[in-house]
């Protein structure tokens, strides 16, 4: 069995380790998981974040579930375990693109085969999520302001990736190009992954880089400190309508009254054409606890009403443009998004 080894998934051939993703910057920890229960647990509490990086580790534990079943793995065999990994997170659509690939994978073969089979496949989306950051990042460098600094919300860099990331992957090859003067993070309440992962991550790179409180992006726009905002996403309709971390949508809004470009970074695997747009989308309601406290400090009345919505959908008129590993679509819609999806399919290998 392969060994792969990334900055937050570690495949073992016969575990997935994770790296708890929580517990960053304070501490550096790692889980070790060998079954698909376990896998889904770790999705659902956000050991693992990032929506590449969910697809990964649910490849991953449909392998484990079938290293268990042995000699008896087949497909119907598998059923539970893609069921509770579908069912660990239901907002972003990677996690579903990469159990659709291991779905076929699986669909005609049988015990050792079949683990190999499926071995094989994950490893490969693991692998290939590397080099699409890459090359998306290589397409949304000119996209960034010459000069400027860029205001970006959430992770999406290696710990949200197979490596290297989607739009902070951007930023950090805008940066190596000399392209930018550096980056501003918001802190994005509740899971603070820009104030705990996003920093840590640009500061291990030495990329300069303020971290804010989300409700600053406005202020800082309105004194002409920030040239742009990029996100990455969650789900991306037929439209260009994008799902992202709570927050995206406010802060599409502020750029275009400031008129700044606003741009999406995500691979192909994110766009879900089978939803005309973003009204579709189901949006992950989270446990209150999470905004009325961080880890053991109370902030809030513990019986205080809470509405605690993992994502929001940022409209595509409000896009500037979508980049992914095979170009960028500007200004999207319907039409563009369906040309780009054709001509990534006719460029598949």
């Not at 992957?169 to 918001?186: K, P, T």
């Not at 192909?268 to 400090?297: K, L, M, Y």
Request: charged share 20%.
């Amino acid at each position: 069995m392969s060994e792969i080894r990334s900055p937050a998934l570690h495949w073992q051939g016969d575990a997935l380790a994770l790296l708890d993703q929580r517990l960053l910057p304070a501490e550096t920890h790692w889980h070790r998981y060998d079954d698909a229960d376990g896998v889904a647990q770790a999705i659902r509490d956000m050991v693992v974040r990032g929506a590449p990086a969910i697809g990964i580790a649910a490849a991953y534990g449909i392998v484990l579930a079938a290293r268990q079943l042995g000699d008896n793995a087949d497909p119907d065999r598998l059923r539970p375990a893609f069921a509770t990994l579908a069912a660990s997170r239901p907002t972003a659509v990677n996690l579903f693109w990469a159990l659709d690939r291991m779905r076929e994978a699986a669909a005609t073969l049988q015990g050792q085969a079949l683990i190999q089979a499926l071995d094989d496949t994950a490893c490969r989306i693991h692998q290939d999520d590397l080099a699409m950051n890459q090359r998306l990042a290589a397409f949304g460098v000119g996209l960034l302001p010459e000069g400027g600094v860029i205001y970006t919300h959430c992770n999406t860099g290696a710990l949200a990736t197979g490596g290297h990331g989607t739009a902070l992957g951007v930023i950090r090859s805008a940066w190596a190009a000399g392209r930018i003067r550096g980056v501003i993070a918001g802190e994005t309440r509740p899971w603070l992954q820009g104030s705990r992962l996003t920093s840590w991550e640009l500061m291990q790179d030495r990329i300069p880089v303020t971290l804010v409180v989300d409700s600053a992006a406005g202020h800082l726009m309105q004194r002409g400190q920030v040239q742009a905002v990029i996100v990455g996403a969650d789900r991306i309709t037929a439209n260009g309508d994008t799902a992202n971390k709570i927050g995206t949508y406010a802060l599409a809004v502020l750029a275009r009254h400031h008129g700044l470009p606003f741009i999406v970074a995500a691979p192909c695997s994110t766009i879900d054409p089978a939803r005309a747009d973003g009204h579709s989308i189901e949006i992950e309601e989270r446990d209150g606890a999470e905004v009325r406290r961080i880890r053991e400090q109370q902030l809030a009345p513990h019986d205080v009403e809470v509405a605690n919505p993992a994502f929001d959908v940022t409209p595509a008129a409000l896009i500037t443009a979508i980049v992914t590993e095979h170009g960028v679509i500007p200004a999207p819609d319907t039409d563009k998004m369906a040309a780009h999806l054709r001509y990534a399919e006719s460029t598949h290998d």
